[in-house]
């Protein structure tokens, strides 16, 4: 099975993307810095690396945009769609490499993805959905819980998103109980698949498929062509590729906290 964009677009649209939690700071001068707000752990997370600057001077330019936002520590996505490529330059510096995410895509058709009968699935809609996902998302990323206004404000959030066909969020249960998630946000045709999160008591029941399922079935419905998603090695990246995804490339995360 091959993607309906070529390898070229799929490698751009990944590099592109880039999250920016509500409150957060950003740049996008040379590549894009998003200083993360303390719900997220705080630090300077960066990916999409465009610039005329040589590697040396685009890292440096990273390190005094963060020591001016005086977060804790800079956080630099690498991967294969980047101009210049900075890893080696970071490596010099004595960054530590954290994590690695493999991109995956695949056409988004009507093939069915199976899943377990005793698994639903969602899409949020509701106050008491966005407080499923909290619980779920809480101890899975190690965030901040919501406080009241922030549950509104999510779910405001949400409600926008799906009244302008442009993203939602899936919900999935077992026996009526909340236990994993993930969100789509639909860009030039793409599906990009995020945050999915499962309770750890609950991980190998089929609910991360579920959660593929119902978001590409929105995606689908909205007229996203090819869905994409940064798959990690040891936890979805298995799942991904037994329900059709194809290996496009890496992107690897190094840490500076020697500032």
Request: hydrophobic residues 45%.
């Amino acid at each position: 099975m091959s993607a309906v964009h070529s390898t070229d677009e799929i490698l751009r649209n990944a590099a592109s993307w880039v999250w920016v939690p509500r409150e957060a700071e950003q740049s996008s001068a040379h590549l894009a810095l998003v200083r993360y707000p303390p719900r997220f752990g705080g630090g300077v997370w960066e990916s999409a690396i465009d610039s005329a600057l040589d590697a040396h001077d685009v890292v440096e330019f990273a390190v005094q945009r963060t020591r001016e936002w005086e977060a804790p520590h800079l956080t630099i996505w690498v991967g294969p769609a980047d101009g210049p490529n900075v890893e080696e330059e970071l490596r010099t510096r004595g960054a530590v490499h954290e994590d690695t995410v493999t991109i995956f895509a695949r056409p988004i058709d009507e093939s069915d993805i199976p899943v377990p009968a005793d698994v639903s699935a969602e899409i949020v809609r509701t106050l008491d959905h966005v407080r499923a996902v909290d619980a779920i998302n809480v101890p899975v990323w190690a965030q901040t819980a919501l406080d009241k206004q922030g549950l509104h404000t999510e779910l405001s959030e949400i409600a926008e998103s799906l009244e302008a066909n442009a993203g939602a969020r899936v919900l999935a249960s077992v026996g009526g109980q909340a236990v994993s998630t993930g969100g789509v946000t639909l860009v030039d045709g793409f599906a990009r698949l995020w945050g999915a999160a499962t309770l750890e008591g609950f991980r190998g029941r089929g609910t991360y498929r579920a959660v593929l399922a119902e978001r590409l079935r929105y995606a689908a419905a909205h007229g996203a062509r090819t869905a994409i998603v940064k798959g990690r090695v040891a936890t979805s990246a298995p799942i991904l590729e037994r329900c059709g995804f194809v290996r496009y490339g890496e992107e690897r995360a190094y840490r500076l906290d020697r500032l």
